[in-house]
């Protein structure tokens, strides 16, 4: 925080005196009037001179009624019908930040309240605070909440700021001075602006949940409150199950609402193939229809062989004619082609069955946001004079 905008605060306030125990005033002795003496005779005249004279108890305030006045005169006898005595007013309410606060400890926090004001006049703001805080374990008072967040702003404390203006404006203006409250509770909105609000809710029972390494909950529960703009990291750890990290960003002024949730291994573990579970069975399959279908070739072609063999043997021996010819040209032109199939075929299928073996299921993890549903998270953005909304959608 600029030491500027402090010095502005920089009025330590002191609470007012704590009352002490009232005592009774003492008896005022009064005095004849002078106007009421008469003459002195001889011998008191000569007492006068032998001893010397006691000096005249001090007349009443012109302010209040004379002692006399304060004591009502007794009357010779009882009167029956007087009035009895008014019952004595009864004591003021105790005031609402000193309830429960021993009378010991209001004074020792009232010594320890003047000595860190001392110390942030003299800008000694470390030792400062220290005395306020000491001062705090005995009384938590706004005054002392208030000159606390005074030292802690030249510290770069923004959060304890805020926590202790907070305190400080709980029972409005009269534990501090109007001029006072106003800059607390100005200031405070002030420090609002400038750091982001986060909003943190977990529901896996029994996990731990932290910010920047430092525990905030143990869920189920949720958390709010202010932290620095920048990165921040939020953690959630349960045994058994797997820890959940998460990276954010913040910027001045924004409320970010962050959903933790916890998974075991096996409802964070998918399963996925190399290839369609039926391209190798396709594989395989066609490799078999393959082969059949050079089957059925082969025996055609060997059906073509037997009727030129017979052709032959029915002219004993003569020159083919093209009808027989046609039939050996189409036997090994089925014998070839059937060949070339069982050798494609038989390649496809075992193809077919190396995809099988390869594609077999691997287990993976996945990512836990992949199982949160879309949000949505709108929040104002204020600040440096300008203002305007943000608006994040998170998949």
Same mark, same amino acid.
């Given at each position: 925080?600029?030491?500027?905008?402090?010095?502005?605060?920089?009025?330590?306030?002191?609470?007012?005196?704590?009352?002490?125990?009232?005592?009774?005033?003492?008896?005022?002795?009064?005095?004849?009037?002078?106007?009421?003496?008469?003459?002195?005779?001889?011998?008191?005249?000569?007492?006068? =001179?032998? &001893?010397? %004279?006691?000096?005249? $108890?001090? +007349?009443?305030? #012109?302010?209040?009624?004379?002692?006399?006045? @304060? !004591?009502?005169?007794?009357?010779?006898?009882?009167?029956?019908?007087?009035?009895?005595?008014?019952?004595?007013?009864?004591?003021?309410?105790?005031?609402?930040?000193?309830?429960?606060?021993?009378?010991?400890?209001?004074?020792?926090?009232?010594?320890?309240?003047?000595?860190?004001?001392?110390?942030?006049?003299?800008?000694?703001?470390? =030792?400062? &605070?220290? %005395?306020?805080?000491? $001062?705090? +374990?005995?009384? #938590?008072?706004?005054?002392?909440?208030?000159? @606390? !967040?005074?030292?802690?702003?030249?510290?770069?404390?923004?959060?304890?700021?805020?926590?202790?203006?907070?305190?400080?404006?709980?029972?409005?203006?009269?534990?501090?001075?109007?001029?006072?409250?106003?800059?607390?509770?100005?200031?405070?909105?002030?420090?609002?602006?400038?750091?982001?609000?986060?909003?943190?809710?977990?529901?896996?029972?029994?996990?731990?949940?932290?910010?920047?390494?430092?525990?905030?909950?143990?869920?189920?529960?949720?958390?709010?409150? @202010?932290?620095?703009?920048?990165?921040?990291?939020?953690?959630?750890?349960?045994?058994?199950?797997?820890?959940?990290?998460?990276?954010?960003?913040?910027?001045?002024?924004?409320?970010?609402?962050?959903?933790?949730?916890?998974?075991?291994?096996?409802?964070?573990?998918?399963?996925?193939?190399?290839?369609?579970?039926?391209?190798?069975?396709?594989?395989?399959?066609?490799?078999?229809?393959?082969?059949?279908?050079?089957?059925?070739?082969?025996?055609?072609?060997?059906?073509?062989?037997?009727?030129?063999?017979?052709?032959?043997?029915?002219?004993?021996?003569?020159?083919?004619?093209?009808?027989?010819?046609?039939?050996?040209?189409?036997?090994?032109?089925?014998?070839?082609?059937?060949?070339?199939?069982?050798?494609?075929?038989?390649?496809?299928?075992?193809?077919?069955?190396?995809?099988?073996?390869?594609?077999?299921?691997?287990?993976?993890?996945?990512?836990?946001?992949?199982?949160?549903?879309?949000?949505?998270?709108?929040?104002?953005?204020?600040?440096?004079?300008?203002?305007?909304?943000?608006?994040?959608?998170?998949?």
């Amino acid at each position: 925080m600029a030491l500027a905008m402090s010095v502005a605060l920089l009025s330590p306030w002191a609470p007012p005196p704590l009352a002490a125990p009232r005592s009774r005033a003492p008896q005022q002795t009064l005095s004849a009037p002078e106007g009421s003496r008469g003459k002195q005779t001889g011998s008191r005249k000569a007492r006068d =001179k032998r &001893s010397p %004279k006691a000096p005249a $108890a001090p +007349g009443p305030s #012109s302010s209040e009624p004379p002692p006399s006045a @304060l !004591a009502p005169d007794a009357p010779t006898q009882p009167r029956p019908e007087a009035t009895p005595p008014a019952p004595p007013p009864s004591p003021a309410p105790e005031r609402p930040w000193a309830q429960g606060v021993p009378l010991e400890n209001q004074q020792r926090a009232l010594e320890l309240f003047q000595a860190g004001n001392a110390l942030l006049k003299d800008a000694v703001f470390v =030792k400062a &605070s220290e %005395k306020y805080r000491e $001062a705090l +374990g005995l009384w #938590s008072h706004p005054a002392i909440h208030y000159n @606390l !967040a005074l030292a802690l702003m030249n510290l770069d404390q923004p959060l304890e700021v805020h926590e202790h203006l907070e305190a400080a404006l709980r029972f409005g203006v009269e534990p501090l001075e109007a001029e006072k409250f106003e800059y607390a509770r100005n200031y405070k909105l002030l420090l609002e602006k400038q750091l982001a609000r986060l909003d943190v809710t977990c529901d896996t029972p029994g996990a731990t949940v932290l910010l920047d390494g430092k525990p905030l909950f143990q869920a189920p529960g949720n958390y709010s409150g @202010l932290v620095r703009p920048g990165a921040h990291t939020l953690t959630a750890t349960r045994q058994g199950h797997l820890p959940q990290n998460l990276n954010r960003t913040l910027l001045p002024g924004e409320t970010a609402h962050v959903a933790l949730r916890l998974y075991t291994t096996e409802e964070l573990t998918r399963y996925r193939r190399r290839f369609p579970v039926a391209m190798p069975w396709l594989v395989m399959g066609a490799g078999a229809a393959l082969a059949g279908g050079s089957a059925w070739m082969h025996v055609r072609g060997r059906s073509h062989f037997r009727s030129f063999d017979e052709g032959i043997a029915a002219c004993g021996g003569c020159v083919p004619p093209l009808s027989l010819a046609t039939q050996l040209e189409r036997g090994y032109l089925l014998q070839t082609s059937a060949i070339v199939g069982y050798t494609v075929g038989g390649a496809a299928f075992i193809t077919g069955a190396v995809l099988t073996a390869l594609n077999q299921p691997q287990a993976y993890r996945i990512d836990p946001a992949q199982l949160a549903q879309p949000q949505v998270s709108i929040s104002p953005l204020l600040g440096g004079g300008s203002g305007g909304v943000q608006a994040l959608v998170r998949f």
